[in-house]
């Protein structure tokens, strides 16, 4: 099955700094590649996604790379604020007819110091 | 947040006690699914239906059972609760088609004594 690695487990930046988070997959059949964000106490929230035929993708802050040959994506968020705070997850989607599933990384908690 | 609930949201039980959680949502999603969340394991799959009566195991189905007899709900037992599926149980719901984003639910928090 697909199996998704994700650096590091912990990130801390000084506001305003950048911050970048990476994943790589093993199954070259995987073709979506959403990212959660997650704070302390509440539920997982899609914050971007990017399908395989896409190299990046930006939203605002926050943009991901997809390099296909290499199986891996990052999730890249700029000018940092003390409410970016939180962990991210990467995942990548494994489908085919009745069978959609995602797989998660470990998750990276993003600490931004004011 | 897409409608979907979670109940109870915290429980606590005793070894050996079966426990049932229930999702529920309005979406009319095809795909829902359980997972669990412990510290440095991320959300690992426990099962997850693809339709009603349709149900499929994750990575982490043993000692675990579910059941779909309606689309918009989504149960998971544990037939006979062990402290090591002490756990945030989180629910998600998925129109299933690639590229769909899983909307989570509140989640659950289990404490198994």
């Known amino acids: 099955g697909e199996n998704v690695e994700q650096h590091p487990s912990t990130l801390s930046v000084q506001e305003g700094d950048s911050a970048v988070i990476k994943c790589t997959y093993s199954?070259?059949?995987?073709?979506?590649f959403p990212w959660y964000k997650q704070e302390l106490g509440k539920r997982p929230q899609l914050i971007i996604d990017?399908?395989?035929?896409?190299g990046e993708k930006k939203d605002q802050r926050i943009a991901v790379t997809l390099n296909k040959t290499a199986k891996h994506f990052s999730l890249h968020i700029t000018e940092t604020q003390p409410e970016d705070s939180a962990v991210y997850f990467c995942a990548a989607s494994t489908a085919g007819g009745s069978n959609y599933k995602l797989t998660f990384g470990k998750g990276t908690l993003l600490t931004v110091n004011p | 947040d897409a409608g979907i609930t979670q109940s109870p949201r915290h429980k606590v039980t005793e070894t050996g006690t079966p426990v049932t959680l229930r999702c529920h949502q309005t979406e009319n999603h095809r795909y829902m699914y359980w997972y669990r969340q412990d510290p440095g394991h991320g959300l690992r799959l426990i099962h997850y239906s693809y339709g009603v009566k349709d149900t499929d195991k994750g990575e982490v189905s043993d000692g675990y059972s579910v059941s779909r007899s309606k689309t918009e709900d989504f149960l998971l037992t544990l037939e006979s609760a062990t402290s090591s599926q002490t756990s945030v149980y989180f629910c998600a719901i998925s129109e299933g088609m690639v590229g769909d984003t899983q909307y989570f639910g509140p989640g659950t928090r289990l404490t198994v004594l």
């Open positions: 199954d070259s059949a995987s073709n979506y």
């Open positions: 990017i399908r395989s035929n896409v």
